[in-house]
């Protein structure tokens, strides 16, 4: 007998029921991404439209007024308790510009017309007339307490303009004053160098004339400008322009010769240094010098006093305290050897 053969029938069976299990799960899996992915999208919407400012209704909350409640600065401002607290403005200018601005009354009723406007002072106020008081005070003077205006009083004017007048002479009076100091001050000039002048004619120092020693004692170094010298000190040899004459220390030094002061200095080598004018082009220099007496521009006679002898500078510290002597003719170095007597 044959069997009859159902494998085939089965195996079909299971393949489409296969196919449709996995259908229904596809369909499902795209229906549950697509739920998924709508909410998400709700949810951001939903988000974004939280963060949207709407600018509609806040430009309607800035023009709404602000109620006193709201802004406490503004109670301050209209409230009766004007006292209590700090205020960021001054009431008394708020009241005066408020009077300024308000017209006057006379007898209950506001003034109209073109009189009204120009009591209560509604249109601008000139300048004042007189440019001798300030604007400022020109514009406080001219409104009574109760915000009327008023012209100001001729004696006010006068008052204001006696005063910048005065301010004006007073300016002059300095200004002749400081031109009458520097007319004397320039006067005083020209009579000392006139003075000078006349003294410079009175010198005559010439090649037959004489020195006196300024100071009494022995010559360290020698004149010697056509041969260089040992220097104790500077333990080299070199040309010596002067004499340099050993003396004690504190001891006064003497004029050479009838001179006016042409400099005093403070010198490295030489120490506090005086230089004079003998005439005939001749100058004398003393160095080495400390309690000068004498000053720039003074005659000073033979034998009178123009210093002390000195520390001796570091150039002379073997050599001790000295006065260094030196004479010159039209710049150049004289041995003063030849001159002194």
Not at 299 to 323: F, L, M, R
Request: glycine share 10%; aromatic share 8%.
């Amino acid at each position: 007998m044959r069997r009859k053969r159902t494998g085939g029938k089965n195996s079909a069976y299971r393949r489409e029921k296969a196919i449709m299990t996995a259908s229904v799960v596809l369909v499902l899996a795209a229906m549950t991404v697509t739920g998924i992915s709508v909410y998400r999208n709700h949810q951001k919407s939903q988000e974004e439209e939280q963060h949207i400012v709407d600018f509609s209704k806040l430009e309607k909350e800035t023009q709404s007024p602000v109620s006193q409640a709201q802004n406490p600065s503004a109670q301050n401002v209209t409230g009766s308790d004007k006292d209590s607290g700090e205020l960021d403005y001054d009431p008394y200018y708020a009241q005066k510009d408020k009077d300024l601005s308000a017209p006057a009354k006379t007898g209950g009723e506001s003034n109209t017309g073109a009189a009204g406007e120009q009591e209560t002072g509604s249109q601008p106020m000139e300048e004042p007339k007189d440019r001798n008081i300030g604007y400022a005070e020109y514009r406080n003077e001219a409104y009574n307490s109760d915000g009327s205006s008023s012209e100001l009083a001729d004696g006010e004017l006068a008052s204001g303009g006696g005063q910048a007048n005065a301010a004006d002479a007073d300016k002059k009076a300095n200004g002749t004053t400081a031109s009458q100091d520097a007319a004397d001050n320039q006067d005083e000039a020209l009579a000392a160098s006139a003075n000078i002048a006349v003294q410079e004619s009175q010198l005559s120092f010439g090649e037959t004339s004489k020195l006196a020693w300024p100071i009494a004692g022995n010559v360290l170094l020698n004149y010697s400008m056509d041969k260089t010298i040992y220097f104790p000190t500077l333990q080299q040899y070199k040309y010596n322009p002067s004499i340099v004459i050993g003396a004690a220390e504190g001891t006064g030094v003497a004029c050479a010769a009838d001179g006016i002061v042409e400099s005093v200095y403070e010198d490295a080598q030489t120490g506090q240094t005086v230089v004079m004018r003998l005439g005939g082009g001749y100058e004398l220099t003393y160095g080495q010098l400390q309690e000068v007496t004498v000053e720039e521009g003074d005659y000073v006679e033979t034998g009178a006093v123009i210093g002390h002898v000195a520390e001796p500078t570091k150039y002379y510290s073997v050599e001790g305290s000295n006065v260094y002597f030196k004479l010159t003719k039209d710049g150049e170095a004289v041995n003063p050897l030849d001159y002194l007597g």
